[in-house]
């Protein structure tokens, strides 16, 4: 009785994940630490800003956890943030993770933070390049986001560069999403 529990619970809690569209890889499921605090973050934003960690990449889920929690431990324990400073990420294996989630301010593009959800690739995508599972999974979580009312359905999506003098999010990515729909140069 105990195990048939344990399963039902487990499916209601992936289902949730999944009710909106694409699989979202929970902090706990990677191995992530809590925030220590978190800010509220509105609905239907206006903006998306698209990112990558300019580290390392990775093609496994066990890699991307790796991955993942280096890129949190340096966010709180080199710059003194609370959290990883990504709403999501997605990694090599095409993969969506959770960082900040749904409906928690991100730190990843300063004063854009507050009117916008960030997504950065796992990678540096100077030489890094796209697969196609990347594409489409990050192209599905903004779907989502526009189905659950986090983005509005006339989000307008810039690279980090549009926004800061960076980088970032790398030629390749900043290559593909110039050809996205909600892209505005």
């Known amino acids: 009785m105990v195990s048939k529990v344990a399963l039902l ?3 209601l809690v992936c289902s949730q994940y999944m009710a909106q569209g694409v699989y ?3 902090k706990a499921e990677w191995g992530g630490r ?12 206006s903006y998306a800003i698209i990112h990558h960690t300019a580290g390392s990449y990775c093609e ?3 890699q991307c956890n790796a991955v993942l929690q ?24 095409g993969n969506v993770y959770e960082g900040r989630g749904w409906n928690n301010m991100g730190a990843h593009a300063a004063e854009w933070n507050p009117y916008s959800i960030g997504i950065s690739f796992l990678g540096n ?3 890094d390049t796209l697969e196609p599972n990347m594409i489409s999974a990050a192209q599905q979580l903004l779907n989502d986001a526009v ?4 983005l509005s359905s006339g989000y307008i999506l810039y690279g980090h560069r549009q926004v800061s003098a960076t ?3 790398g030629t390749h990515i900043w290559n593909e999403i110039r050809g996205w729909s909600h892209w505005s140069g």
């Open 125 to 127: 995508y100077n030489w």
């Open 9 to 11: 619970l487990a499916v």
């Open 34 to 45: 809590g925030a220590k605090w978190t800010v509220g973050l509105g609905n239907y934003l």
């Open 60 to 62: 496994t889920r066990a």
């Open 24 to 26: 979202v890889v929970s």
């Open 70 to 93: 280096s890129v949190q431990n340096y966010h709180m324990d080199s710059l003194g943030w609370p959290d990883i400073g990504y709403n999501f990420l997605i990694g090599g294996d």
């Open 147 to 150: 189905n659950r009312g986090q």
């Open 167 to 169: 980088e970032c999010p």
